[in-house]
C-alpha cells in the first residue's frame, strides 16, 4: 500500500479537460473524517460478508483512518473484510466506538467526467483515483484512472465506498496512485509517478499502517466480501 499519491499534482498533470472533484455533496459520507477509536482485538458484531442474513462475531485485526480490518471469529484470513464503520454495537467493542452514519444525499448529484475516491472491489485495501464515466438514475458507473476496466463497477451514488477528492488522505487513508493505461491518462510522459517524481529519487518506501500481512493476505479477498456497503 503507497501512500505518497498527491491529488493536486494528479489533476494538474491531466490539465483542463478533466473533469473537476465531484462536490462533497454527492456523497454520503461525512464532512469532516470520523475518528476511530476501535482498538486491536476489539470485538463487535458484525454482519457476515459472504452471508448477509447472519450476523457474527468479528475482531478487529488492523485499523487505517477510519477504515477496520475484521476476522470472523473462528475464520482465517481469508475471510477478513473491511468495513467503514459498523452497524450493531457489540458488548465488547465499547458503543461510543460506533459512529452514526451521515445522511444521504438527497438524490443523485453526480456528473459524468467528475473525480473521485472509490474503493477496488477487487482489492478493498486499496482506495483509487477514479472517475464517474456514466450517471443512470440513481446509480452511477466508476471507472478507475490508469486501469483498462477490469476493476470498474456501478454502484448507487450513497454507496459507501466511495469518497470525495481528498477525504480519505484528510481520514488517515492512503490513495493509491492510478496505473498506466488509461485513456484518460496524459501523454506517457507525463505520467504521473507520485510526489516525488521530479526529484528522481527512488520509490517512497510503504508507509501504510496495515500490516505487510494484511496486505499479501487482501487480493484472495472475494469481490463479495467488499461490495455490502458500510454502516
Ligand atoms: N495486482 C493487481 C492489482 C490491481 C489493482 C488495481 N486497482 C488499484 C484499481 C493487478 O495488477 O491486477
Same mark, same amino acid.
Given at each position: 500500500?503507497?501512500? @505518497?499519491?498527491?491529488? @493536486?499534482?494528479?489533476?494538474?498533470?491531466?490539465?483542463?479537460?478533466?473533469?473537476?472533484?465531484?462536490? =462533497?455533496?454527492?456523497?454520503?459520507?461525512?464532512?469532516?473524517?470520523? !475518528?476511530?477509536?476501535? $482498538?486491536?482485538?476489539?470485538?463487535?458484531?458484525?454482519?457476515?460478508?459472504?452471508?448477509?442474513?447472519? %450476523?457474527?462475531?468479528?475482531?478487529?485485526? @488492523?485499523?487505517?483512518?477510519?477504515?477496520?480490518?475484521?476476522?470472523?471469529?473462528?475464520?482465517?484470513?481469508?475471510?477478513?473484510?473491511?468495513?467503514?464503520?459498523?452497524?450493531?454495537?457489540?458488548?465488547?467493542?465499547?458503543?461510543?466506538?460506533?459512529?452514526?452514519?451521515?445522511?444521504?444525499?438527497?438524490?443523485?448529484?453526480?456528473?459524468?467526467?467528475?473525480?473521485?475516491? =472509490?474503493?477496488?472491489?477487487?482489492?478493498?485495501?486499496?482506495?483509487?483515483?477514479? %472517475?464517474?464515466?456514466?450517471?443512470? $438514475?440513481?446509480?452511477? &458507473?466508476?471507472?478507475?484512472? +490508469?486501469?483498462?476496466?477490469? &476493476?470498474?463497477?456501478?454502484?448507487?451514488?450513497?454507496?459507501?465506498?466511495?469518497?470525495?477528492?481528498?477525504?480519505?488522505?484528510?481520514?488517515?487513508?492512503?490513495?493509491?496512485?492510478?496505473?498506466?493505461?488509461?485513456?484518460?491518462?496524459?501523454?506517457? $510522459?507525463?505520467?504521473?509517478?507520485?510526489?516525488?517524481? !521530479?526529484?528522481?529519487?527512488?520509490?517512497?518506501?510503504? /508507509? +501504510?499502517?496495515? /500490516?505487510?500481512? !494484511?496486505?499479501?493476505?487482501?487480493? $484472495?479477498?472475494?469481490?463479495?466480501?467488499?461490495?455490502?456497503?458500510?454502516?
Amino acid at each position: 500500500i503507497q501512500s @505518497d499519491f498527491d491529488w @493536486d499534482e494528479y489533476l494538474r498533470l491531466l490539465g483542463p479537460e478533466a473533469g473537476d472533484p465531484a462536490p =462533497a455533496a454527492c456523497f454520503k459520507q461525512a464532512a469532516e473524517p470520523p !475518528s476511530n477509536h476501535f $482498538q486491536l482485538g476489539h470485538r463487535l458484531e458484525s454482519r457476515d460478508p459472504r452471508n448477509p442474513d447472519n %450476523t457474527c462475531i468479528a475482531s478487529v485485526i @488492523d485499523r487505517l483512518g477510519p477504515r477496520l480490518r475484521l476476522r470472523l471469529d473462528g475464520s482465517d484470513d481469508r475471510n477478513d473484510f473491511f468495513r467503514l464503520k459498523v452497524k450493531a454495537a457489540g458488548n465488547f467493542a465499547p458503543a461510543d466506538c460506533f459512529v452514526r452514519p451521515p445522511a444521504s444525499p438527497a438524490k443523485n448529484f453526480f456528473a459524468g467526467g467528475q473525480k473521485l475516491e =472509490a474503493i477496488d472491489r477487487k482489492n478493498p485495501l486499496f482506495v483509487c483515483p477514479a %472517475t464517474v464515466k456514466e450517471v443512470r $438514475q440513481d446509480r452511477i &458507473f466508476v471507472s478507475f484512472d +490508469g486501469w483498462r476496466g477490469a &476493476f470498474d463497477y456501478w454502484c448507487r451514488y450513497d454507496c459507501r465506498d466511495i469518497f470525495p477528492v481528498g477525504w480519505c488522505q484528510r481520514a488517515g487513508y492512503p490513495v493509491q496512485p492510478p496505473g498506466n493505461r488509461a485513456p484518460q491518462q496524459p501523454q506517457p $510522459q507525463q505520467r504521473y509517478r507520485g510526489k516525488h517524481a !521530479s526529484g528522481g529519487s527512488s520509490p517512497s518506501p510503504n /508507509s +501504510g499502517t496495515f /500490516s505487510d500481512k !494484511s496486505a499479501a493476505a487482501s487480493p $484472495q479477498l472475494p469481490a463479495s466480501s467488499a461490495a455490502a456497503p458500510a454502516a
